[in-house]
């Protein structure tokens, strides 16, 4: 039958699917679901089973979700199931101090009062965004979901794109996305190179629960080793994002429960009353990978495939979704020309769309942490006479406050709340 939004003269049933995506996280479905929007049948592919990556009991794993990544989900037709599990950031306060010295005066204040959009973003618990990706997929016609399937090989000629499951089954599209996390076989396995370097540090990720209310406020409190970040959950609950030196990590994590909370409490400090932990502890030893090239002949990669940042500032995950938002653009655009989305032509648009924002926020998290993870007297000085400029000017709040929400650059249209 004829899809109204997908010409059957367009489609080509020679292949399994029009676009193969390999990885099915976070990133993978958020694309499948855009395509499908469009008319294209999509293959999803991950590697583990669906009943691991469903994760039905909170294991403390949450994501800062920017305003503009918000729409995105809210475009795929997943938000209105995320929302009531999702708590809004209001507020954020960046504090420089050292850990049993409590915060030094100098510090950002921004307060989403300050623009009119909205909250500056929301911090979801990975479980729910998981659960109802995986249940939106399914309840898709378009896509084809394969789970506990993994990508063993891939071939790309003139005229498809195809890939070799370790089943042996081989599946073949118009285009193949890698969307398959930081050590990308997709982009290994087409020779894309990657740049990168590791930080010697260590994040150490929980969600803790506490006596007193958040309000909302997301706190950053830069230590001499890394930050610690504190994200408002639903509830009395936060999550915290919190960087030491490797060494100090490993140290750290080997530690009972009470003990943790113990190294904890001088850095977390006292203002949310007494602390406990509320779900698993988890370790990410925290590095920066570029991919030289985001598009080559019938393959894109997107997200975490294409670049890892530091969490320094929480927009890992938004930068991908930005790359989700794009690529989907690109591709409903061709197609609706009558164009092949897996051309070099195509694809170079979502190249050129991306390449620049990917680069400058690995260079700014980069910077910003040899800038702030350090106990140099003149970079503190620095880094505290920035604060309180910063903090002064309210132009120059609102531009840092906008750049949270995901507000600048040239937002796709999922991400201005358009249809695609
Ligand atoms: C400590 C820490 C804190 C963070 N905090 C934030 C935050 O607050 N906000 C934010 O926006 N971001 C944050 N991030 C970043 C965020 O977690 C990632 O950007 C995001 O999870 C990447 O999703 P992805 O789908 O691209 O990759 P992944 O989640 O890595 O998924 C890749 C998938 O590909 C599958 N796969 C791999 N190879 C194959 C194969 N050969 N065949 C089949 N399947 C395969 C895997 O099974 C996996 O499911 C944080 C990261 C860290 C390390």
């Given at each position: 039958m004829d899809n109204p939004k997908h010409?059957?003269?367009?489609?080509?049933?020679?292949?399994?699917?029009?676009i193969l995506i390999v990885?099915?996280?976070?990133s993978g479905p958020i694309l499948a679901l855009a395509l499908a929007q469009t008319g294209q049948r999509v293959t999803v592919i991950d590697a583990l089973t669906e009943k691991v990556r469903k994760n039905?009991?909170?294991?403390?794993r949450s994501y800062a979700v920017a305003l503009t990544s918000q729409r995105l989900l809210e475009g795929v037709g997943v938000w209105d199931a995320i929302a009531d599990n999702s708590q809004p950031i209001l507020e954020i306060k960046v504090t420089d101090g050292r850990a049993c010295q409590g915060p030094s005066p100098f510090f950002m204040h921004f307060d989403?009062?300050?623009?009119?959009?909205?909250?500056m973003g929301y911090m979801v618990q990975d479980r729910h965004i998981r659960r109802e990706l995986l249940d939106a997929m399914a309840a898709t016609d378009g896509i084809t979901h394969l789970s506990g399937e993994t990508v063993t090989a891939q071939h790309i000629d003139p005229a498809a794109a195809s890939v070799t499951l370790a089943s042996g089954k081989v599946l073949t599209g118009q285009l193949l996305i890698g969307a398959?996390?930081?050590?990308s076989g997709t982009a290994e396995r087409a020779g894309i190179k990657r740049t990168g370097w590791g930080y010697g540090q260590t994040a150490l990720v929980s969600a803790i629960a506490h006596e007193?209310?958040?309000?909302g406020i997301a706190h950053q409190f830069f230590m001499p080793p890394g930050p610690l970040a504190i994200l408002p959950l639903t509830g009395n609950v936060s999550s915290i994002v919190w960087s030491e030196t490797a060494e100090t990590a490993e140290a750290f994590n080997a530690l009972p429960d009470a003990d943790y909370l113990t190294m904890l409490r001088p850095r977390f400090g006292d203002f949310l009353g007494e602390i406990s932990l509320a779900g698993q502890r988890y370790t990410y030893p925290l590095s920066l990978s570029l991919a030289?090239?985001?598009?080559?002949d019938r393959l894109a990669l997107i997200a975490d495939a294409a670049h890892g940042v530091h969490p320094i500032a929480g927009q890992g995950l938004n930068a991908g979704m930005r790359d989700i938002a794009a690529l989907a653009e690109v591709i409903t655009d061709a197609v609706r020309r009558?164009?092949?989305?897996?051309s070099i032509a195509v694809l170079q648009r979502y190249e050129e769309w991306r390449r620049f924002d990917n680069t400058t926020l690995a260079l700014a998290t980069d910077g910003f942490n040899r800038l702030f993870s350090n106990d140099n007297t003149l970079m503190r000085s620095v880094r505290d006479i920035g604060m309180g400029v910063v903090n002064a000017l309210p132009g120059l709040r609102r531009s840092f406050i906008r750049e949270a929400a995901g507000l600048?650059?040239?937002?796709p249209r999922l991400m201005q709340g358009q249809p695609l």
């Amino acid at each position: 039958m004829d899809n109204p939004k997908h010409p059957s003269i367009l489609r080509d049933m020679t292949h399994d699917s029009d676009i193969l995506i390999v990885g099915g996280g976070l990133s993978g479905p958020i694309l499948a679901l855009a395509l499908a929007q469009t008319g294209q049948r999509v293959t999803v592919i991950d590697a583990l089973t669906e009943k691991v990556r469903k994760n039905a009991t909170f294991d403390g794993r949450s994501y800062a979700v920017a305003l503009t990544s918000q729409r995105l989900l809210e475009g795929v037709g997943v938000w209105d199931a995320i929302a009531d599990n999702s708590q809004p950031i209001l507020e954020i306060k960046v504090t420089d101090g050292r850990a049993c010295q409590g915060p030094s005066p100098f510090f950002m204040h921004f307060d989403h009062a300050e623009i009119e959009e909205g909250p500056m973003g929301y911090m979801v618990q990975d479980r729910h965004i998981r659960r109802e990706l995986l249940d939106a997929m399914a309840a898709t016609d378009g896509i084809t979901h394969l789970s506990g399937e993994t990508v063993t090989a891939q071939h790309i000629d003139p005229a498809a794109a195809s890939v070799t499951l370790a089943s042996g089954k081989v599946l073949t599209g118009q285009l193949l996305i890698g969307a398959d996390g930081r050590s990308s076989g997709t982009a290994e396995r087409a020779g894309i190179k990657r740049t990168g370097w590791g930080y010697g540090q260590t994040a150490l990720v929980s969600a803790i629960a506490h006596e007193k209310p958040h309000h909302g406020i997301a706190h950053q409190f830069f230590m001499p080793p890394g930050p610690l970040a504190i994200l408002p959950l639903t509830g009395n609950v936060s999550s915290i994002v919190w960087s030491e030196t490797a060494e100090t990590a490993e140290a750290f994590n080997a530690l009972p429960d009470a003990d943790y909370l113990t190294m904890l409490r001088p850095r977390f400090g006292d203002f949310l009353g007494e602390i406990s932990l509320a779900g698993q502890r988890y370790t990410y030893p925290l590095s920066l990978s570029l991919a030289h090239r985001l598009a080559s002949d019938r393959l894109a990669l997107i997200a975490d495939a294409a670049h890892g940042v530091h969490p320094i500032a929480g927009q890992g995950l938004n930068a991908g979704m930005r790359d989700i938002a794009a690529l989907a653009e690109v591709i409903t655009d061709a197609v609706r020309r009558g164009e092949d989305p897996g051309s070099i032509a195509v694809l170079q648009r979502y190249e050129e769309w991306r390449r620049f924002d990917n680069t400058t926020l690995a260079l700014a998290t980069d910077g910003f942490n040899r800038l702030f993870s350090n106990d140099n007297t003149l970079m503190r000085s620095v880094r505290d006479i920035g604060m309180g400029v910063v903090n002064a000017l309210p132009g120059l709040r609102r531009s840092f406050i906008r750049e949270a929400a995901g507000l600048t650059g040239e937002l796709p249209r999922l991400m201005q709340g358009q249809p695609l």
